[in-house]
């Protein structure tokens, strides 16, 4: 990979000063990725994840630990399942990748699975796109001739995404360069199939992961020349049932590509956020909480429900989001029918003629809720609030 630029090495110095010192940078992965993705407004997400920050303890040091995370017990299974798959220089994975996407290929025989190590996320990086450049000549070279189709498997690659500014180093299960020089992404995950179907909920969240790893992957391909094809269905592997015993699936990822590339293009820069920080701030958990909470909350949060499953900060932005009265914590579709209405107050206010343009579609319908609510009320004979009796009733 080519040196940084004086810019580039200014924000990297800058985003450690926001780190802490001497606190090491915690790499954003693939999940946490997708779910900055799904949440461009939050401009809090935004730099905590760009810096390197870890949330977790971030959210202790606040006093709203965090419950987010894979639990130990399904970390050692999920690790125990994937060796299971990649063994026998990954002969099942590759039988699976054959049956599932590419039937009209030469079964998998004596598949290449080039050596990865390097130096650091930048030598990995550069070491996969190497391996990925050769194997993808090798299959182009075997086309040309009478030999049996090449495959190759590469176990943990490293590939490089940018984002916001700042690249973000990504780590898939695998990638496997098919005969005909395309390249598939491969997720391998503890859950079961059963019945050859698994939990839709899961099956989306590693779609949305792996689309991830196919924009990067889609980086590294167009520098080929000629460039080489990402495929859109990834392989998601799974035990079968409720035994230990390798499944897969294709699934097609690309509308999960599409909004994932969406989003991320609309993410504010990390350089904006961090200019707009006073200088003295720093998000290092071994500060005083009052500095700490002072820092976090100079930069601004987009707190939604779906928070509480992808944020290790959720809890203390719900916190924060119920003290405000904001009305994001009653979610993002209440949110947007409310338009410029952004407090609790602010909506009963309007409710009840208190406040708010009449013209405005999002007080009309407040104010008609309100009276019909108050004409049900006094038909039922039960008290109608005073709040209620100050609507005037439909007509």
Known sequence: MPPPRPREKALRHRLAELRGPQVPAKALDARALAALAANPGCRRRAILDGAGVNKAALASALGSPSVFGQSQFAFVRGNAFEAKVKADGGTELLRLAHEKLDRAAEPPAGASVPDLTAQGPEGRTARTELALREATEAARATRSTDAPGAWTLLDHPMLALDVAGSPAFLEPDAVVVHPD???????????????????????????RQAAVYVLALEQVAARLDPPSRVRHRILLVCPRDFSNLPTASAVDVRKQRAVTARQLDRLTRIEEIADALPEDTCFSPELPAERLAAAVESVPAAYAPECLSACELAFHCRERSRAAGAVTRLGRPVRAELGALTTVEDVLAAARGEAGDPDDPAVAALRRAAALRAEALAGTGAPVPAAAREVAPCR
């Open 181 to 207: 020089g395309s390249w598939t992404v491969v997720e391998i995950k503890s859950f079961p199939m059963l019945d050859g179907a698994a939990d839709p909920a899961k099956v989306g969240a590693a779609a």
